[in-house]
């Protein structure tokens, strides 16, 4: 029940295109959702976050949609670039605690 | 704003001794700090959360004699891996928040155990 599943594990998109990483939990005590980006040897950067009483938030070309009564969410990179090739985190919180999901290391090929 | 450091950012040790990891919140007072352990192409596993001048929460499977955390200020916490040995070779993650749901992480400290 407090498992957060990642998938895919893999991705490669070409440069312009949109990458799209899909997350599912269990809990619906789980009140927060946050997605990471990590670069090898650097700690996690907080990329964008949603409450569960919002269905979509956008911040530049990171966009997260949300479904509730799915128990899933998912983060969308539009336009990816090459720069955007890192492994993405999605996480979820319960009382100040992160659970993250498995990695989905993503290649943006130019 | 929101920045957390770590240090060292990489340190090797003989198997046995002792390493301590500091994290500091360096622009904004850590209501809570969190420390993660990831192995290579793993996820972050949660290891302990510590609130400043209480002792730290370990998560299952955790041994709190082995990993020491103390939690000495609002900004700062330290991670002391005591006799450490090979498969404590890591990287080991800290994060802060404050009243809000944001994590703020640190850039993490590599160690090897030889």
């Known amino acids: 029940q407090q498992q957060v599943k990642q998938s895919p594990q893999s991705l490669i998109v070409q440069k312009g295109g949109i990458s799209i990483i899909n997350c599912a939990y269990e809990?619906?005590?789980?009140?927060?959702f946050p997605w990471y980006q990590q670069f090898p040897g650097k700690g996690p950067a907080l990329l964008i976050a949603i409450r569960p009483d919002v269905s979509e938030k956008k911040e530049g070309r990171f966009t997260i949609s949300f479904n509730k009564s799915a128990k899933q969410f998912s983060l969308h990179i539009m336009d990816s670039q090459p720069g955007d090739s890192a492994t993405y985190f999605c996480?979820?919180?319960?009382?100040?605690?992160?659970?993250f999901g498995q990695g989905t290391t993503l290649q943006v090929k130019p | 704003g929101a920045v957390v450091s770590q240090h060292p950012s990489r340190v090797i040790c003989k198997s046995g001794t002792s390493v301590k990891i500091e994290c500091r919140s360096l622009?904004?007072?850590?209501?809570?700090m969190f420390w993660y352990r990831q192995f290579p192409k793993q996820s972050l596993m949660l290891m302990a959360t510590s609130n400043e001048g209480s002792k730290a929460t370990y998560e299952q499977g955790v041994e709190k004699d082995k990993f020491l955390i103390n939690h000495a200020s609002l900004t700062l916490s330290t991670l002391t891996v005591t006799s450490a040995h090979p498969e404590d070779s890591s990287f080991y993650i800290c994060?802060?928040?404050?009243?809000?749901?944001?994590?703020?992480f640190g850039p993490g400290t590599r160690l090897t155990v030889t």
């Open positions: 994060s802060a928040n404050t009243q809000g749901y944001e994590q703020y």
């Open positions: 809990n619906t005590a789980f009140d927060y």
């Open positions: 996480a979820a919180s319960m009382g100040g605690k992160l659970i």
């Open positions: 622009d904004f007072q850590a209501t809570t």
